[in-house]
């Protein structure tokens, strides 16, 4: 079964820094392009950052380039989100997804329950 | 950027109805198109790929279609389970994917 079970989320002040992390099992995690999708409280979906299989290409939205940082350690089956100079902005919930593919689409295939990070003073 | 954009925002209907929620992308995106729901407090769930694919596991009263530009999703006879928010996303020019605004479907 595949299972994705992110943690450390919490509440940072603007300008803060926090880490979140994805662990990952049931499946090999060392194949599989990983992203992050975040959800404002209320709000809908927003993609957030790609990592390919191997770490060597990255991608960001435009909102968070040169804030947020993701990563990830094949050995550990882990992905992570580096997030820097946090804003109110940035208040949601975190989720780590795998990004699925066939011949004529991408598509995140499976998703993690969701870690919480309220940026606020 | 590609702009997806769901209608309607959101819908009431009745179990055992016929429902059929849209996405119209910016520009071509050819089947590039993924559906997904998400339950209140729960992670969002992909119920088709590629525009008319099924997801394993996913019961067959879902159904999608379309390219291009315009796509649906169809639910041919609700189940109460079935009331929960609809998301569509393109992934064929990315980054960044896409979501739509999300279809809430409401019991009427």
């Known amino acids: 079964e595949v299972q994705l079970v992110e943690s450390g989320g919490g509440l940072v002040q603007p300008g803060g820094s926090l880490r979140v992390s994805c662990a990952a099992s049931?499946?090999?995690?060392?194949?599989?392009?990983m992203s992050w999708v975040r959800q404002a409280p209320g709000k809908g979906l927003e993609w957030v950052a790609n990592i390919k299989e191997d770490g060597s290409e990255k991608y960001y939205v435009d909102s968070v380039k040169g804030r947020f940082t993701i990563s990830r350690d094949n050995a550990k089956n882990s992905l992570y989100l580096q997030m820097d100079g946090l804003r109110a902005e940035d208040t949601g919930i975190y989720y780590c997804?795998?990004?699925?593919?066939?011949?004529?689409?991408?598509?995140?295939?499976?998703w993690g329950q969701g870690t919480l990070v309220t940026v606020s003073s | 950027d590609i702009q997806m954009t769901q209608s309607p925002s959101s819908l009431s209907a009745s179990v055992g109805d016929r429902v059929t929620i849209t996405c119209r992308a910016s520009?071509?995106?050819?089947?590039?198109l993924n559906w997904y729901q998400q339950k209140p407090g729960k992670a969002p769930k992909l119920l088709i790929y590629a525009a008319s694919s099924l997801q394993s596991g996913v019961p067959s009263r879902f159904s999608g279609s379309g390219s291009g530009t315009d796509f649906t999703l169809t639910i041919s006879s609700l189940h109460p389970e079935d009331f929960a928010t609809y998301y569509c996303?393109?992934?064929?020019?990315?980054?960044?994917?896409?979501f739509g605004q999300g279809t809430k479907l409401e019991i009427k």
């Open positions: 997804a795998s990004r699925g593919w066939t011949s004529s689409s991408f598509y995140f295939d499976y």
């Open positions: 520009q071509s995106i050819y089947n590039y």
């Open positions: 049931g499946f090999t995690f060392s194949t599989y392009w």
């Open positions: 996303q393109q992934s064929y020019s990315g980054p960044p994917d896409t």
